[in-house]
């Protein structure tokens, strides 16, 4: 999140909490963690609303410690009474040593405050939340972030695979011969692939048969890379060293990669995308809907261990910032050996 952005008032708060999130919540309860003494958003965290307050609480209380936050805000989006649930959960949070300034009930465009008696400040049916984009929307859209879906299922129906759009037989076998290159000539080849897929979006084809079939090809050889782990490793951590905005580029360009993958090679591409989307925040959604393609590999669990743990996506680029070092070793190992 930009240091820029702040939130000033609970009008504000409850109009943000869709654009953090990436969707219009239903049923769920979203905590954004703050920095001490300010009101710098610091993560944000949804989860359905719980029948079980403690298990929940430790899971908020983990990753406010994970956050170094000491204080929260917390949005509830339900149609149900769950006011003794929410009083017990900030009781929880303030004991365990998370102070939550405010938690809202938000519902029909309209929100009020759990924690607030006064019934001329917070009127029983609600005040109506500021239809107009917030600040953090606008911010969001500005840094290359997709616009707020209307629900999450519009978010999960982004990542649905389309197998359809998948190279060519044709150009699998053009590309085969790539894996026989030497593993630093395979590297530079895979981040040249993916930063072409990049550029590519950026300037999509007009219709030239030749453009195409070029960029087809393009994909098909990265998908025959990646299949190599070494190669994998090396892509996540380059990608891993550029700035935010050029990671959430490279994040959607392998995204689209893993989307229009053959099945038969489609889990590593998705795990491989899963990784980058934990790297960037852009989408824990998504993150969360390529885990489940790429079927229980071994990346992609560590991935969902990641996403379940609440670690800040600064936290799990880190891991593949200094896995480079190492990774750039062996790959001179495996030349010198060749």
């Keep these: 999140m930009p240091d820029s952005i702040r939130l000033t008032s609970p009008a504000e ?67 149900i009474d769950a006011t003794e649930r929410v009083l017990g959960l900030v009781d929880a949070l303030d004991t365990g040593g998370l102070h939550v300034r405010d938690a809202l009930l938000v519902h029909a465009d309209r929100f009020r405050s759990y924690l607030c008696t006064d019934d001329s400040c917070c009127t029983p049916e609600g005040t109506p939340i500021p239809a107009n984009m917030s600040q953090i929307e606008v911010e969001h859209v500005a840094h290359g972030h997709r616009a707020r879906a209307p ?44 930063t072409t897929l990049v550029a590519a979006a950026r300037h999509p084809p007009t219709g030239a048969a030749d453009v195409i079939e070029a960029e087809s090809t393009v994909r098909a050889g990265l998908l025959v890379l990646l299949c190599d782990i070494q190669v994998r490793d090396h892509l996540l951590a380059t990608v891993a060293t550029q700035d935010a905005a050029a990671r959430i580029e490279l994040a959607d360009a392998m995204v689209s990669l893993a989307l229009t993958a053959p099945e038969g090679v489609r889990r590593h591409v998705a795990a491989t995308a899963a990784a980058l989307l934990a790297i960037t925040g852009h989408s824990p959604v998504g993150a969360r809907e390529l885990v489940a393609l790429a079927d229980r590999e071994s990346l ?39």
């Design 151 to 194: 629900s999450r299922a519009d978010v999960t129906a982004r990542f649905a695979p389309r197998p359809d759009l998948a190279p060519s037989a044709e150009e699998y076998r053009h590309a085969a011969g790539l894996a026989n290159h030497p593993l630093r000539v395979r590297c530079d080849t895979a981040w040249q692939a993916l």
């Design 13 to 79: 708060f409850a109009a943000a909490v869709p654009s953090l999130i990436g969707f219009r919540p239903s049923e769920s309860v979203v905590v954004v963690y703050l920095e001490a003494d300010s009101s710098h958003i610091v993560c944000t965290l949804r989860v359905d609303v719980p029948d079980d307050i403690p298990d929940l609480a430790k899971q908020l209380l983990d990753v406010g410690l994970r956050a170094r936050s000491l204080e929260a805000l917390i949005a509830v989006y339900t149609a």
């Design 300 to 338: 992609a669990q560590l991935v969902e261990s990641s996403l379940d743990l609440g670690i800040h996506p600064d936290d799990i680029r880190e891991v593949f910032l200094e896995a480079l070092p190492e990774i750039e070793r062996r790959i001179a190992d495996s030349d010198s050996a060749a």
